[in-house]
């Protein structure tokens, strides 16, 4: 293992629980923000401050940036800590890459999406922590106690509380590739315990949950009956995402052990 972590992005949802999985397995690890919080450890104005860190045994996990849109200036800071860092580097990118629609779990030589100037940044971003010897990590739909409240889950949650009694989603027909947050920390240290390879490896539960079912896991945490919802479904088209782990898990000898209606549950206790 390194011999420090350095984490950016620690005040948020995947930054914050990651330090304080790894600080409870006695990893030497270091919060990195712009924003403090009880996950801070080094507070800086700009990421490219986190470059005097750099000792030559420092890993650098980078959870920085926004989830639905990259500006120039993340990725200059981005590019910066790779030039830096290099294969010390682990770079958060998104099964967002692949794009929808398959009917089959993508692997990672899944040709690649480039539709929205979002993928196209993150594609990137890709080849510039790869050329520099990183890994990089293409995640699915993390969940868990903590995350925003932009999401699936908190969008039916909401509606249940309200007591409504039609729920509106937008595509019912969606499948997703959902992994509790924990099961993502478990990860990330075993990966960091190990050999980190000069790759890409998709993180994720590798099995696909459709949004019907979702709801209805959620209604059941929470005691409610789902056939007394009526859902409305905005859209019933085809946008299937599942994410193939074979080559993460022969590598680290992991798989994700929270079921989706277990996750749930500890989100919702």
């Not at 929205?116 to 990137?124: A, F, L, N, P, V």
Request: glycine residues 6%; charged residues 20%; neutral net charge.
């Amino acid at each position: 293992m390194m011999q420090r972590i350095l984490i950016t992005g620690s005040s948020g949802f995947i930054g914050s629980s990651l330090c304080a999985f790894l600080k409870t397995k006695g990893v030497p690890c270091l919060g990195v923000s712009r924003t403090q919080n009880n996950d801070t450890d080094i507070l800086v104005k700009s990421y490219k401050d986190v470059i005097k860190y750099n000792d030559g045994k420092t890993l650098l996990i980078n959870l920085a940036g926004n989830n639905s849109d990259i500006n120039d200036n993340e990725i200059d800071y981005t590019v910066a800590l790779s030039n830096e860092f290099k294969s010390n580097m682990i770079f958060m990118s998104s099964a967002q890459v692949y794009g929808h629609s398959f009917n089959k779990a993508v692997d990672e030589n899944e040709v690649l999406s480039s539709l929205s100037q979002y993928c196209k940044s993150k594609i990137y971003l890709e080849k510039v922590i790869l050329k520099n010897n990183g890994l990089v990590i293409r995640l699915s739909n993390i969940y868990g106690k903590g995350m925003s409240p932009n999401n699936i889950f908190s969008y039916i949650h909401d509606q249940l509380m309200k007591n409504n009694k039609d729920i509106v989603i937008d595509n019912i027909d969606a499948v997703r590739d959902f992994l509790y947050i924990d099961d993502l920390c478990e990860c990330l240290y075993k990966i960091i315990s190990g050999k980190i390879e000069n790759s890409i490896l998709n993180i994720g539960a590798g099995i696909g949950t459709d949004i019907k079912s979702l709801f209805q896991y959620i209604c059941s945490s929470l005691g409610i009956d789902y056939n007394d919802k009526n859902i409305i479904s905005n859209e019933s088209k085809n946008d299937k995402l599942i994410l193939d782990i074979k080559r993460l898990s022969g590598l680290y000898n992991w798989v994700p052990k929270t079921s989706i209606e277990k996750g749930i549950d500890q989100w919702l206790k």
